[in-house]
């Protein structure tokens, strides 16, 4: 019986790595006179990867990982005009529209007449508190947890603290690595929805066999799934 639903946010309630994604070509685009596209591109996977204990997920770090990325690949060459074109590009994202995913709203409100939910995403604290309160959706969530990773012992402390057991509870999201994975290890079950861009941090190439795990093309299907879930 699954009494609680927890569900990331980037990518799974609304739209987020097509974003970076759009930013990302326009940073290839300043380069392409010191750099092949391709080039442009690991060497910002690499420092993003590199920085991600400094700076954390988020665009605040993606926008730092851009300007240091930028300055080495120019051999310090890139002026202060181009610098500032890159820090306005972060600012840009950071004061982005949200878009919702299609949907959710209504996904949220039956799936909250029968079940607890709960929001669990990773990111800056401000940047992802700001998202949350201009979707619209806080209310629909019983608490909304902002997190530095996903791993399993941030969600083992999570339910721990909200008084759930984990084989009680299913996670929803659009990554592997961080919803999917480390809620399997810790006894509960977990739905994958892929969102049609996958970020460097979220690609993982092994198949999942397991019977608490369950794939969706699409999150107006999840109803449906945790009905059959309980008729099982």
Known sequence: MIEVIAFDADDTLWHN????QETQARLTAILDRYAPHAEVEARLAETERRNIKLFGYGIKGFTLSMVETAIEISGRRISAEEIHEIVMMGKAMLDAPLDLMEGVEQVL????????????TKGDLLDQTNKVERSGLAGHFEAVEIVTEKDPATYRAIFSRLGYAPEMAVMVGNSLPSDVLPMLEIGGHAVH??????AVFDRHEAEIAHDRFHALDNLRDLPDLLRRLHAI
Do not use: A, M
């Open 17 to 20: 790595e097509s974003l970076f």
């Open 193 to 198: 929805i892929p969102y049609r861009v996958t």
């Open 109 to 120: 409100g039956d799936l909250k007449r029968r079940h607890r939910l709960l929001l669990i």
